[in-house]
């Protein structure tokens, strides 16, 4: 079976414009621009990225998300913090279809 | 590009080669590699089993050398500087001949036995006291440091405030030294201190500033990069945070670095990886000739991409 996730994969993030470079361009100038400290500052915003990396679960954005609260001075309790914090989201996320649930089984229930 | 050629190409680049001396205002003394902690990103690889040590007659140098030239700071270095049966002796005579002394201090030292009376002698000799303290959780702490290390380095932390040290308006400084728990940069200085005060406050202790510094690919640490396979991806991400305007400020400039034995180097990092002064420079303390030093050419290795990364690293802590 082949290997999925390599993570010197991640090098290779730019070959990916060799297909359609004007849409990877757009990509990285948007991606570059939502990752400019504004009101947020830089350390908040890396936290927001690998709180949403966990969720989405992509290994390579994990890594450098990691690697990015490391150098803002954080630890691996304020990553685990955050991803436990998004963790909770997506439960919860989850757990409201409950309610779906028991709508559509009060709808045909006696 | 080789390995071997990438910093001075990048030196090419970014200013005139080669990188010179542009004065000489401190004498960065190592006393020797013998130390009571096996810190695990210790560029030195001191430990409690190193023998070096510097001698009375190095000591004389180094104590003539700073009364007699242009030189204004002192900085004392090891291993750990205060196990030196002669530092006591070296600091009182370098401060009564008007030299500022900085002094590398691990803080757990002053709890060894037989080492009490030194915060007596801080007291009377109100050194600068540079403390290794590389991050305000205690696991993290201790993971590098040993454990214990940060119980013990907050109960001198709190004996060192009560003698004013740190506290402002008393004139006596404790800094802090910030260093990575791993192969990453550091973050912002400026945004790190504020997060260590504030943690720092809630065991009621104060410091005066926090120095964040870059781990050197050198010694212990290098032993760790090599060891999980983090090397090279390190050393690129040193390379790659390159900032050329580092290079003004870079501690190599202002600084020599004499070794236990007498040698001299451009910094204590070249003197781990046996880089001395070369000739038509002085090489050793009894042929020191400040201005020759002063006007020094470097010498430079990949390892000075350690100084150079992002805000740069010095003994001073950042340099941006």
Redesign the interface.
């Known amino acids: 079976m082949a290997d999925y996730y390599n993570d010197e994969d991640l090098a290779r993030f730019g070959e990916i414009a060799k297909s359609n470079p004007d849409l990877f361009r757009k990509f990285m100038a948007w991606y570059e621009a939502s990752f400019t400290p504004g009101l947020l500052?830089k350390?908040e915003k890396v936290l927001v990225g690998v709180a949403v990396a966990h969720a989405v679960q992509c290994p390579y954005c994990i890594d450098a998300y990691t690697?990015a609260c490391?150098?803002?001075?954080m630890?691996m309790?304020h990553i685990a913090e955050a991803v436990h914090a998004a963790s909770a989201i997506r439960g919860g996320a989850s757990l409201i279809h409950a309610i779906q649930a028991q709508n559509a089984a009060d709808k045909i229930s006696l | 590009m080789s390995i071997s050629t990438a910093f001075h190409d990048k030196l090419n680049g970014a200013c005139t080669v080669p990188l010179q001396a542009h004065g000489l205002e401190v004498l960065q003394v190592n006393l020797g590699y013998r130390c009571n902690m096996e810190c695990r990103h210790c560029h030195v690889n001191a430990g409690p089993d190193r023998k070096e040590i510097m001698s009375s007659e190095n000591i004389d140098r180094v104590i003539d050398i700073v009364s007699g030239n242009g030189i204004s700071t002192l900085d004392i270095t090891g291993g750990a500087p205060e196990l030196h049966p002669e530092f006591t002796r070296l600091v009182r005579e370098a401060m009564t001949a008007g030299c500022h002394v900085i002094v590398r201090c691990n803080l757990t030292v002053l709890l060894e036995p037989g080492m009490e009376h030194l915060f007596e002698f801080y007291a009377d000799f109100p050194v600068e006291i540079v403390a290794s303290f590389p991050y305000y959780r205690e696991a993290d702490l201790d993971r590098m440091r040993g454990a214990g290390s940060f119980a013990k380095s907050i109960r001198v932390m709190k004996r060192l405030n009560q003698m004013g040290y740190g506290v402002p308006g008393s004139g006596r400084v404790l800094n802090l030294v910030y260093n990575p728990g791993g192969a990453f940069l550091p973050a912002s200085q400026c945004s790190l201190e504020a997060e260590f005060k504030n943690a720092l406050e809630k065991h009621d202790i104060v410091f005066s500033r926090l120095l964040s510094l870059v781990n050197m690919p050198i010694g212990r640490f290098r032993d760790f990069l090599v060891r999980t396979n983090n090397y090279d991806a390190y050393v690129k991400r040193l390379a790659d945070a390159f900032n050329p305007d580092t290079l003004a400020g870079v501690m190599c400039r202002q600084i020599v670095s004499v070794a236990w034995d007498g040698r001299l180097f451009d910094c204590d990092f070249n003197q781990m990886l046996d880089m001395p002064i070369e000739p038509p420079y002085p090489g050793r303390l009894e042929d020191f000739d400040y201005d020759m030093l002063a006007n020094r050419r470097i010498i430079v290795g990949n390892h000075c991409f350690g100084c150079t990364a992002g805000q740069g690293s010095s003994c001073g802590g950042a340099i941006d």
């Open positions: 500052t350390r690697k490391l150098e803002e001075g630890s309790e």
